[in-house]
């Protein structure tokens, strides 16, 4: 099956640092992929829509300036948040979405800003 | 109103105790996914169903599309079965309507 792995699982960061969160699909190609966002006792919430070769597309209140998307190739996406806050604390979790193995997510990061 | 509403969202059992979850869903949808979340947050596809019932080991996911709803059973429950379950009925841009989750606990 699709195996999709995202690293690093946990990171602490000091105010004011950006920390960059890599999504892999180790044995497809992806050209979509889906950055979430779970508070906790809370839903994942989706964040933003990474499209291979082009600028990613980002929900309603999700500032893009703020969590920089790339995908870069079929293969890597990446979500940096910039100049974090305490409040960017939480669980990011990317998916992809492929013909034969439907949704697959990625073991998700647990970001604290401290 | 949430799209997707789930119970109960927290659920502790008897090891060996029979386990139903429920989801029901206000859009309309192709398929329903069942989703299990372990404790460190990963997160594992359970099942993808669009009509009447799948089984995997222990677990067993029925789905009744006309009455918009989807039930998740475990059988012979084991502590390791604990996490938090989430359905998720996918919208027509590809993603996703999350229901809260049932967090459940089974106990030795």
């Known amino acids: 099956g699709a195996v999709v792995s995202q690293h690093p699982s946990w990171v602490i960061c000091k105010s004011g640092t950006s920390v960059k969160i890599e999504c892999r699909s180790l044995?497809?190609?992806?050209?979509?992929m889906f950055w979430y966002r779970q508070f906790p006792k809370q839903s994942l919430m989706l964040m933003a829509t990474?499209?291979?070769?082009?600028?990613?597309?980002?929900e309603q209140g999700v500032e893009k300036d703020k969590f920089l998307i790339n995908h870069a190739s079929l293969t890597l996406s990446t979500l940096t948040v910039t100049s974090a806050h305490p409040e960017d604390s939480s669980f990011y979790i990317c998916?992809?979405?492929?013909?034969?193995?439907?949704?697959?997510f990625g073991s998700g990061t647990r970001l604290t800003v401290v | 109103k949430n799209e997707v509403e789930q119970s109960p969202q927290n659920l502790t059992a008897q090891e060996g105790e029979f386990i139903t979850i429920n989801c029901s869903y206000s859009?309309?949808?192709?398929?329903l996914h069942w989703l299990q979340q372990h404790p460190g947050g990963g997160i594992v596809s359970l099942f993808m169903?669009?009509?009447g019932k799948k089984k995997h080991g222990r677990l067993i996911a029925t789905i009744n599309i006309q009455e918009k709803h989807s039930s998740l059973h475990i059988t012979a429950s084991h502590p390791r079965d604990s996490a938090v379950y989430i359905c998720a009925a996918p919208n027509t841009g590809n993603q996703f309507y999350f229901g809260t989750g049932t967090s459940l606990t089974v106990i030795p």
């Open positions: 169903l669009s009509s």
């Open positions: 990474s499209n291979e070769g082009s600028k990613a597309t980002y």
């Open positions: 859009v309309g949808i192709s398929a």
């Open positions: 044995d497809f190609q992806a050209t979509t």
């Open positions: 998916s992809v979405s492929q013909a034969t193995y439907g949704y697959t």
